[in-house]
């Protein structure tokens, strides 16, 4: 293929028009290749910009768009439009695993990230969560560690069940996550028979200016299913992305996954009553 054979609309990212794509500029016919030629910068530039990096967590997932519809009525508890009951919304829902990268095997025992960005007539709303109605965590300030805990170690770049082991022995909140994380629940089959959790309490305010507290928990209708260890290692030696297929495969035969949607109320006068542990993460630093 020569230039001539090119799209006669080739422009710069700015828009202007590109005479040649595939010569640099030179100081004369023989001379060294010129660092003011705009163009080779900027092509070499979004050459190395083009792939975009691999999240931290949650690195590998599978999505697949849908609808929530509202068939019970919260509305003295939320004015949220897409909340209202008829209301139909349509929505992505992304699934993932946790600490492992892209190519991880999507059988491995780890929490399961469960999404949903809703594309409501008010802006988009994103209920970011997982497969675990609780997390280890209390406090966001803990975060970091505890990735750094569950991603490679970096002097071996294995996976170091020891620093994991580490760090949930020093964060009692931990037991109840690690419990469920390593009991038979741990392991789903598929994205499509587990259950999802917001990741958060959520504030819902009615017409009155009355708040409750929410959390959202969608439940499967396909049934919990999971796996065991070792069905889990046989999995991973046939395919690594078991989950990604059993998604893809059902859409495609028609068997579209079911989640029913329903929300978990405290109210205001409720969450005061609960002892102050309950409520914080324990010691905090204060700022006066």
């Known amino acids: 293929m020569t230039d001539r054979d090119l799209p006669k609309s080739w422009t710069t990212m700015a828009g202007a028009p590109i005479e040649a794509v595939r010569q ?61 009951p008829g209301k139909r919304t349509e929505v992505l829902v992304r699934f993932s695993t946790f600490a492992g990268e892209s190519g991880a095997a999507d059988a491995e025992r780890d929490v399961r990230g469960f999404s949903l960005r809703a594309y409501t007539d ?21 975060f970091p560690e505890l990735v750094h805990a569950a991603k490679r170690h970096p002097v071996t770049h294995l996976r170091s069940p020891t620093a994991l082991w580490d760090f949930w022995s020093l964060s009692p909140e931990s037991i109840h996550q690690v419990v ?46 999971t796996l065991s260890d070792a069905a889990a290692r046989s999995l991973v030696g046939e395919d690594r992305e078991s989950s990604q297929r059993d998604l893809v495969e059902a859409i495609g035969r028609g068997e579209y996954p079911r989640w029913s949607f329903g929300i978990q109320i405290m109210t205001e006068e409720q969450a005061a009553r609960l002892p102050s542990t309950a409520r914080g993460s324990g010691r905090r630093r204060h700022f006066r």
Not at 28 to 41: E, F, M, S, W, Y
Not at 125 to 141: F, T
Not at 213 to 221: D, E, G, R
């Open 122 to 142: 008010e802006g988009n709303w994103d209920l970011v969560g997982s497969n675990m109605p609780v997390a280890c965590i209390r406090d966001p300030i803990k």
């Open 180 to 225: 469920m994380l390593f009991s038979d629940r741990g392991l789903p089959r598929s994205y499509r028979h587990m259950h999802g959790y917001g990741g958060h309490a959520f504030g819902l305010v009615n017409g009155d200016g009355k708040r409750v507290w929410a959390k959202f928990h969608f439940k499967t209708l396909q049934g919990i299913q």
């Open 24 to 84: 640099s500029l030179t100081a004369g016919p023989a001379g060294p290749i010129l660092l003011q030629d705009r163009l080779l910068t900027e092509k070499l530039a979004h050459f190395a910009r083009e792939r975009i990096p691999e999240r931290v967590v949650h690195a590998k997932g599978s999505a697949a768009f849908g609808s929530l519809a509202i068939t019970g009525d919260i509305s003295r508890h939320t004015k949220a439009s897409v909340l209202q």
